[in-house]
């Protein structure tokens, strides 16, 4: 009963986190401005357009250039998440709960904006409404899978194949609600929340330490941001421009597309239940995201 309450107990502090990160300005990345603003100097007006009107990959752009575009977008927010945790704290007018480090929504926050710019890149569709500062739960349920990605977690990395699977057989125009709210795939969105708001604990108490002492705390504070940081959104990016999803030769055939949704869940249904029961029972064990 105990473990049950703590793991419940993580699952909420990851939310909690997730979604005061998400209403901090800046953080959500415009879909249409960031590809043509991205891709201005590599390709043509036709391939922006069209990148914009449907996906980079139906633009016929291909994963090597996205690639080099994905490693600007990382090297500018390593850089800018970096600085701010090496500043000698963070100012008092970003409005959040009190049980919301502002050190750790706005590196939360540096996370969501990297795997928004590697998501667009790789043709998955908006992830966040324009309207209001909400939070669906598709949304909230890739973007934690997202998040299991960069801290090395295999049975996200298998559940973020499968939702993309799902959006190619629609044309990637929207994000497979009844998959991540209902689905197979929910219950290791819940799992990877658990496990992620137990890793974010850490992370944010190892910064509290290292701030303890001034200036030397500010740049062990920087330096570790630094090396955590680009190496988990290197890990997202490796694994979005792997996906069949993201390749301008692939194409789904219309006998392909079952109600939306992809067929072969059996492996990530057993994944998830395995997780779910155990660790004696997993094939695939989350994993120490540490490098």
Request: glycine share 8%.
């Amino acid at each position: 009963m105990k473990q049950g309450k703590e793991v419940e107990d993580s699952e909420s502090r990851f939310f909690t986190v997730l979604l005061a990160a998400a209403k901090l300005p800046s953080v959500r990345i415009n879909r249409e401005a960031y590809l043509r603003s991205a891709l201005a100097r590599h390709c043509s007006e036709d391939e922006i357009r069209r990148a914009v009107e449907e996906t980079p990959a139906a633009a016929g752009i291909t994963v090597e250039l996205l690639d080099k575009v994905a490693n600007d977008s990382i090297r500018y927010e390593t850089a800018k998440v970096s600085a701010l945790s090496a500043a000698a704290g963070i100012p008092g007018i970003l409005v959040l709960p009190a049980t919301v480090p502002a050190d750790l929504a706005q590196y939360v926050g540096h996370m969501l904006r990297i795997a928004q710019k590697l998501a667009y890149l790789y043709s998955w569709p908006d992830l966040f409404d324009d309207e209001g500062d909400g939070v669906d739960d598709a949304t909230m349920g890739v973007l934690t899978l997202f998040f299991g990605v960069m801290f090395g977690t295999q049975s996200a990395n298998m559940a973020v194949g499968k939702v993309a699977g799902m959006m190619s057989k629609q044309v990637a125009k929207k994000l497979p609600q009844k998959a991540l709210t209902k689905g197979v795939i929910y219950p290791i969105v819940k799992k990877s929340a658990a496990y992620l708001g137990v890793q974010m604990t850490k992370q944010s108490f190892a910064k509290g330490v290292s701030k303890a002492i001034p200036v030397i705390g500010a740049v062990v504070s920087g330096g570790l941001t630094f090396s955590t940081y680009l190496p988990m959104a290197k890990r997202l990016k490796k694994h979005l421009a792997g996906l069949p999803l993201a390749d301008p030769s692939h194409r789904v055939m219309e006998e392909d597309v079952v109600d939306g949704e992809v067929v072969e869940e059996h492996e990530t249904f057993a994944l998830a239940d395995a997780e779910l029961h155990g660790p004696d029972t997993a094939a695939v064990k989350l994993e120490d995201p540490r490098p």
